[in-house]
């Protein structure tokens, strides 16, 4: 069946550095797109996300890219920071359907 | 976005027992879900929880194992029944907002441990 999944479940950086988590996916009819942050002990927070009708946005110190064409999904968070340490989860959506589906997950280590 | 509570935010519990979570919404939203979250796993939508009427169990959940009440368009909650090992796991309520309710807002969970 149609599914959404990770590439890396874990990734480490030094503070500083620029981070990438990235996020396949294989139904071709999606075209909603949302990352969420976890931290430890909490519910998954929003942080960014992207329609089908484009390839790039950005938010504060994160931007999502999105290639249809390879169906790929990507978190870039710029000068990570400890507090960006988490568990990252990307979901998706197709049109006509309220329940997204969400990706297995990485974590994130921000190393001070 | 919505700013969602839960209640308990955790709770160990014996098996055989029941536990029923809480969720209040700050606002008035249409859709609300109940996710379960497995140690180290991804989210899996139990039912939709529809206001009026029955929720919307997804395979592998039926209605017995947890009911779920929506009395009103900001609260609703799920009952974990009969309560065994393999229910210990996170609990989350979401609610769908934005213009085709697409985006999801989380609450902050319940750990449920059952002994």
């Known amino acids: 069946g149609e599914s959404v999944g990770l590439h890396l479940p874990t990734l480490s950086v030094q503070e500083g550095d620029n981070s990438i988590i990235n996020c396949a996916y294989s139904?071709?009819?999606?075209?909603?797109f949302i990352w969420y942050k976890q931290e430890s002990g909490k519910g998954p927070q929003f942080i960014i996300d992207i329609r089908s009708n484009m390839d790039k946005r950005q938010g504060q110190r994160v931007t999502v890219l999105l290639n249809k064409t390879v169906k790929h999904l990507s978190l870039q968070i710029a000068a990570t920071q400890p507090g960006d340490s988490a568990v990252y989860f990307c979901?998706?959506?197709?049109?006509?359907?309220?329940?997204?589906?969400f990706g297995r997950g990485t974590s994130l280590i921000v190393h001070p | 976005s919505a700013v969602i509570s839960q209640k308990p935010s955790r709770d160990i519990c014996q098996r055989g027992t029941s536990l029923t979570i809480q969720c209040q919404v700050d606002s008035q939203v249409t859709m609300m879900f109940w996710y379960r979250q497995q140690p180290g796993q991804s989210l899996t939508l139990i039912a939709t929880?529809?206001?009026?009427?029955?929720?919307?169990?997804e395979s592998g959940f039926v209605i017995d194992k947890f009911p779920i009440s929506r009395p009103n368009l900001t609260f609703s909650t799920l009952t974990v029944s009969n309560m065994s090992p393999e229910d210990s796991s996170i609990y989350l309520c979401s609610v769908g907002v934005g213009a085709n309710t697409d985006t999801q807002y989380f609450g902050p969970g319940t750990r449920l441990t059952v002994l």
């Open positions: 979901a998706e959506k197709s049109g006509g359907s309220y329940i997204p589906t």
């Open positions: 929880a529809n206001q009026g009427s029955e929720a919307t169990y």
């Open positions: 139904n071709s009819a999606s075209d909603y």
